[in-house]
């Protein structure tokens, strides 16, 4: 079958290389000049399938209204007439009570850790360097109170899939030697060994030209602007470069979804999240963490990019705002040195940011659309990467017409409607 896929971040070329696979004629298209430009370019590198909680949480309202106000603050809503964020902000605080957040971790787990699988097998098939370390992740936390909370949580995740070991101050150090150096009093951390880091681009990068040579084209620079839809099926997506025929058709643009579905009579609540990276240059090496890092007590994550660290975290509601904000930007650098004060210098930092697609209940939108021959892959939030592989597959395999190895009961478009 001829199929195009929306989008050429990570999602929509993994997707592009699993249907590639199956034998089917692909097009990609993206309005950018390359693959993997936007929410995918620098993200915080991490693969973490054994941790995919959702943001609806309880206490999370509490947590972001003890931020509201302050720029420094790891969440940042900024209060504005955008009907769109209202709505997704209500529908957040229905996911935000105790049984519902359980609910939507065991759906982000049913699909991460899906997703870890078939990129093994990926990667058995594919030589791909990416920096890619299988030393898990460690969650740190400062705050004791926290550290209890979680440990609770530690345990029902374990009962859903989930491999977590719980580590005093002791067992963080020991296994990740630099935070002996660090600002931070540890309290303790939650271990995470399946899972993984990387550098998301290079990845991205790396997986296209296998599509390429697998036959998948890639129209860079054009932009998607509509559809033209019978009654069950659309027939041609409308770009600024002229019509595109296909018989299938997958959604793989992440925030800018909502915008073109809405043409199709669906209304996706994907809001993007600004989030913003800095990648610096390691000037010591043994001050500088081997195992990819999360700080709960800065929202920040740390990956090891070879003689580099990424640190990614904030996340900022402010509509399709794609602006950097240099003070933002800063403040992830000022309190990644907190945690790691001798492992790089301010010097030659490399700033970015981008849009997370989120979803009020943080699992992405996966399944078939109102029409027959779309299939919705989009909507992923901060967990793109560790899905991408497995929503990939699950999107060929709707094409083929085969059932996919996992349930997609509560994944698909129909649980906001």
């Known amino acids: 079958m001829n199929i195009v896929v929306l989008g050429a971040g990570v999602i929509g070329v993994c997707s592009a290389y699993e249907l590639a696979c199956d034998g089917h004629d692909v097009v990609v298209i993206d309005r950018r000049d390359d693959v993997a430009l936007e929410t995918s370019f620098a993200n915080g590198g991490q693969l973490s399938s054994d941790h995919g909680e959702p943001l609806a949480a309880p206490g999370a309202i509490k947590r972001a209204l003890k ?18 964020l209202w709505s997704w902000t209500l529908k957040f605080l229905a996911n935000s009570s105790e049984p519902r957040f359980w609910e939507n971790a065991a759906r982000i787990l049913r699909i991460a850790q899906y997703s870890r699988e078939r990129m093994a097998q990926t990667l058995s098939r594919e030589t791909i360097a990416f920096d890619h370390l299988t030393t898990g992740i460690l969650n740190i936390y400062q705050d004791p109170k926290d550290f209890d909370r979680s440990l609770e949580r530690a345990h029902t995740m374990k009962e859903l899939g989930a491999q977590q070991q719980m580590l005093d101050r002791q067992g963080c150090i020991k296994l990740e030697p630099s935070l002996a150096h660090s600002a931070l009093l540890i309290a303790g951390g939650i271990y995470t060994p399946r899972d993984e880091s990387g550098d998301c681009y290079t990845f991205t990068k790396e997986l296209a030209q296998r599509c390429e040579k697998r036959g ?67 000037i010591d090496d043994a001050m500088a963490p081997k195992v990819s890092i999360t700080s709960q007590e800065h929202r920040l994550v740390f990956s090891r990019l070879g003689n580099k660290l990424r640190v990614a975290g904030m996340l900022e509601f402010n509509g399709y705002d794609t602006n950097l904000d240099d003070q933002r930007a800063r403040i992830v650098l000022d309190n990644a040195l907190k945690v790691f004060p001798r492992a790089a210098e301010r010097t030659n930092a490399t700033y970015w940011t981008g849009l997370r697609p989120m979803t009020p209940d943080g699992v992405p939108v996966l399944g078939r659309g109102h029409q027959e021959n779309l299939i919705l892959n989009t909507g992923h939030g901060m967990l793109g990467w560790t899905m991408a592989m497995g929503s990939a597959r699950v999107s060929a395999d709707l094409v083929a017409g085969r059932a996919p190895q996992i349930d997609l009961d509560g994944l698909g478009w129909e649980r906001f409607s």
């Open 216 to 282: 998948v084209e890639f129209q860079f620079n054009t932009t998607v602007q509509g559809f033209t839809k019978d009654s069950s099926k659309i027939s041609t997506v409308e770009t600024d470069q002229g019509p595109v025929s296909a018989d299938v058709f997958i959604m793989a643009l992440g925030s800018y979804s909502p915008m073109l579905m809405r043409g199709l009579g669906l209304k996706l609540p994907i809001y993007p999240t600004k989030g913003y990276s800095v990648t610096v240059p390691v």
């Open 67 to 84: 931020w509201l106000g302050k720029h420094d603050a790891p969440l940042l809503y900024r209060l504005r007439l955008d009907p769109a």
